[in-house]
């Protein structure tokens, strides 16, 4: 492959490091915890419905372990903060963009769901891969920074997955 315009790709790589680099140093432990709570929740909720509205047997599959992955995760994250005694507490509620996933979600056809689920889980896992990623390598905090390194292999699996679904007419 000949890249046409190699001082452009350099340009849009830069860019992208850059980007991350500045998500890395804005990543404070409270926002992790936040943004780790808050899609976790997102995961079990959306799953649940999942079990209940999706068509394929696959996606309900998936769905299931979803459901038991992420509380399995989201009880490893509540027994790090009531021991580390620094005061962090998950969040307790979705913000208003995971809300609104949800919302579309449940106003999602019957013949929609799957595929709009597939695709929402698929988003969601790349965010909390990146998410995981960047806290296990730049966190200062030590034991969540091996929390988010020892669940990044299970997002990880969780991101294949998904994208493997297949749920074509």
């Given at each position: 492959?000949?890249?046409?315009?190699?001082?452009?790709?350099?340009?849009?790589?830069?860019?992208?490091?850059?980007?991350?680099?500045?998500?890395?140093?804005?990543?404070?432990?409270?926002?992790?915890?936040?943004?780790?709570?808050?899609?976790?929740?997102?995961?079990?909720?959306?799953?649940?419905?999942?079990?209940?509205?999706?068509?394929?047997?696959?996606?309900?599959?998936?769905?299931?372990?979803?459901?038991?992955?992420?509380?399995?995760?989201?009880?490893?994250?509540?027994?790090?903060?009531?021991?580390?005694?620094?005061?962090?507490?998950?969040?307790?509620?979705?913000?208003?963009?995971?809300?609104?996933?949800?919302?579309?979600?449940?106003?999602?056809?019957?013949?929609?769901?799957?595929?709009?689920y597939?695709?929402?889980?698929?988003?969601?896992?790349?965010?909390?891969?990146n998410?995981?990623?960047t806290?296990?390598?730049?966190?200062?905090?030590?034991?969540?920074?091996?929390?988010?390194?020892?669940?990044?292999?299970?997002?990880?699996?969780?991101?294949?997955?998904?994208?493997?679904?297949?749920?074509?007419?």
């Amino acid at each position: 492959m000949h890249i046409r315009y190699p001082m452009m790709a350099l340009g849009i790589i830069g860019a992208s490091l850059a980007a991350n680099f500045a998500f890395a140093d804005n990543l404070t432990r409270e926002r992790f915890v936040t943004k780790a709570s808050i899609a976790n929740q997102f995961e079990i909720q959306s799953s649940r419905l999942a079990l209940d509205k999706a068509q394929n047997q696959e996606v309900k599959s998936f769905a299931q372990q979803m459901v038991d992955d992420h509380t399995k995760t989201g009880e490893k994250l509540n027994e790090i903060l009531s021991s580390s005694g620094a005061g962090l507490k998950p969040a307790e509620e979705l913000d208003s963009k995971h809300q609104k996933l949800m919302d579309k979600l449940e106003t999602a056809s019957d013949k929609d769901f799957d595929r709009e689920y597939i695709r929402i889980q698929t988003d969601a896992h790349k965010e909390a891969v990146n998410l995981f990623s960047t806290y296990s390598i730049s966190g200062k905090d030590s034991v969540l920074k091996s929390f988010a390194a020892n669940t990044l292999p299970t997002l990880e699996q969780h991101l294949e997955r998904v994208q493997s679904l297949n749920v074509d007419d």
